[in-house]
């Protein structure tokens, strides 16, 4: 940007830990295009990056079923965000996931004259492709992170490009194979990650412990080592923690921790792309209403697979329990079966970083900030 051209304001949303960061990194990367001023909804990261906070999201982050009870507070902030951009207008609006919050806040800025971002692809591919005409209406631009995904909208006439993955443009997140050389089951180690949302948490975190207690029953040298989002999640997590499980904790060390260990237990969600650029063999988790899942969940949901590690491979690479209801037997009773076999936990570490190897070759930060220069440039 010129040097004499007006100062461009820029609005980023983002509701979840996983789009803060993101956010937090584009911000960055315009920041190093000129001088933008940057203001949004999100969390810590954000506003480290320099992001005028307009209100804090990330700790309000639910998901599917439970997000019913937020209802209220973000109805309310998308009448707070859409005088904000009334009052204070802005050149660009970035929508940052969460697509059931951030279609509204896209909608309020295409109403007030703003261009729009999407960036993170909302998954109608998976569940809901009637909404293809609404994404048409909100958004400018789409930058998915996902190399299926472009081909996919772009058949269906959104203006798409595939930007990378940002959870793997670090270069100290490089896929990395392991080789397993001189594993031993009973002395594996296996990293626990029970997710981000308090939702995740609550349904997850404990039969997670319990799959490790009974597996250091069964291997008494196991180490475990819990991953927590932050500090504030850590101490979430060990305020519930069964007298039975011995852990230590690492904070936000997703990739580091699984590249460390030899087996992980995952929550579903973007830390399994992370798990596997790691090169680590897991088995994959999401627990949700049995009634719902069997009235509405299973008939709208249209991939074969539920993961993003299996919908990329196209078949069943890691074991998935999603959705988990009841019994962690037959999960409990994979991870054993996986851990005795050495050779194929090397095939499917070697699997894992060719899979994600792609999202990992471009600079997805730096091309969402380029885009949203060359729009606000066209303006």
């Known amino acids: 940007m010129a040097q004499n051209e007006r100062k461009y304001s820029v609005f980023l949303s983002a509701a979840e830990p996983s789009a803060d960061a993101h956010c937090a990194a584009l911000a960055r990367a315009l920041a190093a295009n000129g001088d933008i001023r940057l203001v949004g909804l999100g969390g810590p990261k954000m506003a480290d990056a320099g992001v005028e906070l307009l209100a804090t999201t990330v700790d309000r982050s639910a998901m599917t079923y439970n ?7 973000f109805h309310s902030l998308i009448k707070k965000v859409k005088a904000c951009l009334r009052t204070n207008p802005v050149d660009l609006v970035v929508v940052c996931d969460s697509p059931a919050f951030n279609f509204h806040i896209a909608k309020a800025a295409k109403s007030l004259g703003a261009k729009t971002i999407f960036y993170v692809a909302p998954q ?4 809901a492709p009637w909404r293809i005409g609404k994404l048409e209406k909100y958004c400018d631009k789409l930058c998915c992170i996902l190399p299926f995904e472009q081909s996919w909208f772009a058949q269906r006439g959104i203006d798409v490009e595939f930007v990378g993955n940002p959870l793997l443009e670090d270069k100290s997140s490089e896929p990395t194979k392991k080789y397993y050389l ?6 594996a180690r296996i990293a626990i990650m029970p997710g981000s949302r308090a939702a995740e948490i609550q349904s997850l975190w404990t039969p997670m412990q319990q799959i490790a207690i009974n597996l250091h029953r069964r291997y008494p040298a196991v180490k475990f080592t819990v991953v927590a989002l932050n500090e504030k999640v850590r101490q979430t997590l060990q305020s519930s923690q069964l007298p ?19 087996f992980s237990i995952v929550t579903s969600g973007s830390a399994t792309l992370q798990v596997a650029a790691a090169g680590c063999p897991m088995v994959i988790m999401y627990q949700s209403s049995k009634l719902l899942w069997h009235l509405v969940g299973r008939w709208l949901v249209t991939t074969k697979y539920l993961s993003l590690v299996n919908i990329l491979a196209g078949h069943m690479l890691v074991p998935e329990f999603m959705p988990y209801f009841d019994s ?6 994979k991870i054993e079966a996986l851990l005795s076999q050495k050779e194929l936990l090397i095939r499917i570490s070697s699997e894992l970083v060719e899979l994600v190897r792609p999202l990992a070759e471009k600079q997805a930060s730096r091309r969402v900030a380029q885009i949203a220069v060359e729009m606000m440039n066209r303006k």
């Open 182 to 187: 001189g594993f031993d089951p009973d002395r």
């Open 124 to 127: 109608l591919w998976a569940w």
């Open 328 to 333: 962690i037997d037959p999960i409990q009773a």
């Open 244 to 262: 039975e499980l011995s852990c230590d904790y690492a904070i936000g060390s997703v990739y580091d921790t699984a590249r460390a260990g030899d």
């Open 67 to 73: 997000a019913f009870w937020q209802v209220l507070y």
